[in-house]
């Protein structure tokens, strides 16, 4: 069973950036398709980004195209999400989750329900 310790946020003007990370241990990293998920207060917990296990494969949701980056290092145990340009509208609790997949290019922008561990979440605040 892998866990997932993230680490980054905090608060942040609009326009600035923030750089999130996910350290897993206790599974074995590179088996697993990787996702970023956020919940605002008040509302459900929504997909942000996903990659692939291999080949760097990438799924966004439009509200964060352009803007925010997925990314993995299977040697490092590590997924990071690079969040510029931030606006107060991305001002929620973001989680790291991860699941396993059977090929290794195989994403998609998976349901938080598909998930099978989770990380604690960290608060990104964007104020205006």
């Known amino acids: 069973q892998v866990q997932l310790v993230q680490s980054g946020g905090g608060l942040v003007q609009a326009g600035g950036s923030l750089r999130l990370s996910c350290a897993a241990s206790?599974?074995?990293?590179?088996?697993?398709?990787m996702g970023w998920f956020r919940q605002a207060p008040g509302k459900e917990r929504d997909f942000v980004a996903a990659i692939s296990r291999s080949f760097g494969n990438t799924r966004y949701a439009d509200s964060v195209k352009g803007r925010f980056t997925i990314s993995r290092d299977n040697a490092k145990n590590t997924v990071w999400l690079q969040m510029n340009s931030l606006k107060p509208e991305d001002t929620a609790v973001y989680y790291c989750?991860?699941?396993?997949?059977?090929?290794?290019?195989?994403?998609?922008?998976?349901?938080?329900?598909?998930?099978?561990?989770w990380g604690k979440g960290t608060l990104v605040t964007v104020s205006s």
């Open positions: 206790g599974g074995t990293f590179s088996t697993y398709g």
């Open positions: 989750a991860a699941r396993n997949v059977l090929k290794s290019a195989y994403v998609e922008s998976w349901s938080s329900g598909g998930m099978a561990y």
